[in-house]
């Protein structure tokens, strides 16, 4: 009877045992499952109030309502949006800390200064956000009544005609260069450190053009305190049908926009990349989300991450040219 009862506590103990190692491989899978398991993180590289940062807050919000999470937007401004950039880069590969990047943090600023990242190695595609066309613009009382004016006057006197931007490499200045240099002209690039004293000197007529990001712009034109002259889309934007198309208005060559996307940290895993970009594709089919890009005049993209990852080596490959042909410096 004794060594009946010793067999039987035998026997429990090594169910007990087993239950034991079964429910510490178990645990484990189980919780790399529930994804996500802490608050995301949303890194913006620029300062909050801007475009960017209101990007950053509605997609954010979106993608954690969809993956019953919560996210926060951490403002990481600095070294031509590479800070932000660089911290995502060596963050976990878990998929809770995100970077809201784009054109300058993947294909602008690493061509023009030292990256200590790869834009096409150190992150994971999540999806793109969507894209902006520039739009030229000028002061309201300018002489300039069409982009054909604006050309005119630039061959009429080399260095005369200057237009401003956010600084050295921003897509300001890069549509700049890339318009005079399609149109075989000379215009004065006047590069300002960030903010908005680009556009305040614009409205005061101390600079004459601005080629602007539809995201910064579009607020002032529906305000009426600037004029369009041209704006790079395929077609007229609804919001603006009285303003041509850089194509409509003589130059079809011009095909620039800016774009915003969502990264990941390199070697992220797969289901939890996968998980992020279904969220983002179901954020911007959100009418709110829609609603709201449009009003800063963002056409929203799929989402989906294997278009992203396709169209980053091109884009990197293109705005690089476009620096080293035009010899652009960093501040």
């Excluded at 910064?216 to 041209?230: E, T, W």
Aim: aromatic share 6%; proline share 8%.
């Amino acid at each position: 009877m004794n060594g009946q009862k010793t067999a039987n506590r035998r026997t429990l103990l090594a169910s007990a045992l087993c239950g034991a190692v079964l429910t510490s491989w178990g645990l484990p899978a189980l919780a790399q499952n529930q994804f996500p398991s802490k608050t995301m993180s949303f890194v913006v590289p620029y300062p909050a109030g801007g475009a960017n940062d209101m990007l950053g807050r509605l997609i954010g919000q979106k993608m954690a309502e969809t993956l019953n999470g919560t996210a926060m937007v951490d403002n990481k401004p600095g070294a031509a949006a590479m800070l932000g950039a660089s911290a995502v880069a060596r963050a976990p590969a878990d998929g809770h800390t995100l970077l809201i990047g784009g054109l300058a943090t993947h294909a602008a600023s690493p061509n023009m200064l030292k990256a200590d990242y790869d834009p096409l190695k150190d992150f994971e595609s999540v999806g793109m956000i969507g894209s902006a066309p520039i739009i030229a613009i000028t002061f309201n009382e300018s002489p300039y009544k069409t982009l054909k004016d604006v050309v005119d006057a630039a061959r009429k006197d080399p260095k005369g005609v200057m237009y401003g931007s956010s600084g050295n490499g921003s897509p300001l200045h890069l549509a700049g260069e890339l318009f005079t240099s399609q149109n075989k002209i000379d215009m004065t690039h006047v590069p300002y450190k960030g903010g908005n004293a680009h556009i305040m000197d614009l409205i005061g007529g101390r600079v004459p053009v601005i080629f602007d990001t539809a995201t910064n712009c579009v607020p002032l034109l529906k305000s009426g305190k600037v004029r369009a002259l041209a704006v790079g889309a395929p077609a007229r934007l609804a919001d603006f049908p009285n303003i041509p198309t850089f194509a409509e208005a003589g130059y079809p060559q011009f095909d620039f926009s800016a774009w915003y996307a969502v990264f990941a940290p390199a070697k992220t895993p797969k289901d939890v990349v996968t998980k992020l970009s279904s969220a983002l594709s179901t954020a911007l089919k959100n009418p709110d989300v829609v609603a709201k890009l449009a009003g800063v005049g963002v056409t929203p993209a799929n989402g989906d991450a294997a278009t992203l990852a396709k169209f980053l080596p091109g884009e990197h490959e293109r705005i690089g040219r476009l620096i080293r042909t035009a010899n652009i410096k960093p501040d």
